[in-house]
């Protein structure tokens, strides 16, 4: 018995992999250039949309804390911003999953 015992890591995984075949997924595979360029795109896209949203928020958000009757606009804008980064967000991974499944990338 030459075997060193295996470490609480090792077992974990051989249990995760283990559950995965019961459930009949595969291990992801590996991205090709293209792929990874495509991703590398769409995330540069979703930052700038992002970017141009904050922007946006701040000068709102400055516009409303100036107005001594815009306090109730406030929670409003915070919604709306909110909302708007939660949707880019859930668009670029919308966007990613389908260069990763080998779809193309809708614009």
């Known amino acids: 018995m030459s075997e060193r015992p295996k470490s609480a890591y090792e077992i974990t995984l051989e249990k995760l992999k283990r559950q995965d075949r019961e459930r009949g997924e595969s ?3 590996a ?5 990874k360029k ?21 000068s709102e958000r ?16 915070e919604e709306e911003y909110a909302s708007d980064r939660r949707r880019i967000d859930a668009d670029r991974d919308s966007q990613i999953e389908k260069v990763r499944v080998g779809k193309r990338r809708a614009t």
């Open 62 to 77: 400055q516009k409303v804390l100036q107005d001594p009757e815009g306090a109730a606009k406030l929670q409003t804008i």
């Open 27 to 29: 291990a992801p595979s």
């Open 31 to 35: 991205l090709s250039d293209s792929q």
């Open 38 to 58: 495509a991703i590398a795109e769409i995330r540069r896209v979703a930052q700038a949309k992002i970017a141009e949203r904050e922007i946006l928020y701040r």
